[in-house]
């Protein structure tokens, strides 16, 4: 497997090792990581085509936002597999064409209404901080990410932030997100669901939220949309292809998962964001 064994930061300690199938091949990873790290820490890194040119496709965001990573997981069509975790005896398959409908015993849980003062849709930093300010005043607050851990973009950040001593200046982002994670899940006026979809908001005052199979339908005092930002190709040809990533995707395959996104880099960009992510890839045993 492409792991990183070692880091002048960070520390990857491996959980439980489970085995699932791709394409009918046996295959192990370890828990906590997502489907998509897993397959390319095993070499694997042709997720999709598209639809009508059939041309690979592979990681590029790797926060759900884009279409490289669907697959069926489980019987389950378009499964972004990139924001997936991975479980033991999942069965991944490429989806070639448009996919078909989901195959095998697939239950759903119904429907619930739930009502709270005030409802958060992200988990990252601007999230998380929303619902602590708010759950200080004693308001209700339920938070939904459809990632299955919060913080966001803050998990991948490994260098020390700048700024204000207010602003955590000084303070590593995976530090931060620490501290704001560890504060939501200890106080008792804020409730929490992961890989949680919000599907939309709509004319009855509703938000809808798919969890674990099972709607609910959110009502709600206030409002809170904290969905994030979403990284964009460059127009150059074959910008399409697996290889070419967006620079959160490199992140989040190093720094959040020890997983070497490649033995060579080019980094295109020499701004804030290419010089500390080009940093973190040598870091991570990458030539730049």
Request: hydrophobic content about 40%; some cysteine; proline content about 3%.
């Amino acid at each position: 497997m492409k792991l990183i064994e070692e880091h002048p930061i960070l520390k990857f300690e491996r959980k439980k090792k489970v085995k699932f199938y791709f394409n009918g091949r046996e295959y192990y990873g370890y828990e906590g990581m997502s489907v998509a790290s897993a397959l390319y820490a095993n070499g694997i890194k042709i997720f999709s085509e598209s639809v009508k040119y059939k041309r690979p496709r592979g990681m590029f965001c790797a926060i759900g936002k884009c279409s490289s990573c669907l697959m069926r997981v489980d019987g389950i069509p378009n499964t972004r597999i990139c924001i997936t975790p991975l479980r033991e005896g999942m069965v991944i398959e490429t989806q070639h064409g448009r996919p078909s409908l989901p195959t095998g015993n697939i239950k759903y849980g119904g429907i619930d209404d739930v009502e709270c003062d005030l409802l958060v849709i992200g988990g990252g930093p601007a999230g998380l901080s929303a619902a602590l300010t708010a759950a200080k005043y004693g308001v209700n607050v339920l938070l939904v990410d459809e990632n299955f851990r919060l913080g966001g973009q803050l998990i991948k950040q490994t260098h020390k932030f700048f700024g204000s001593r207010e602003q955590n200046a000084g303070i590593r982002g995976i530090r931060i997100a620490e501290k704001l994670v560890s504060d939501v899940l200890a106080h008792d006026n804020i409730k929490v669901m992961t890989e949680a979809k919000a599907l939309g908001y709509f004319d009855d005052g509703v938000v809808g939220i798919e969890h674990n199979r099972k709607l609910y339908r959110i009502r709600a005092k206030n409002y809170v949309i904290a969905t994030g930002a979403s990284e964009n190709f460059l127009a150059f040809e074959n910008n399409d292809l697996p290889g070419v990533y967006g620079a959160g995707a490199a992140q989040t395959l190093m720094n959040v998962y020890g997983v070497k996104p490649g033995d060579e880099a080019i980094m295109v960009g020499a701004g804030n964001v290419g010089l500390i992510v080009t940093y973190q890839l040598l870091q991570a045993g990458v030539d730049v």
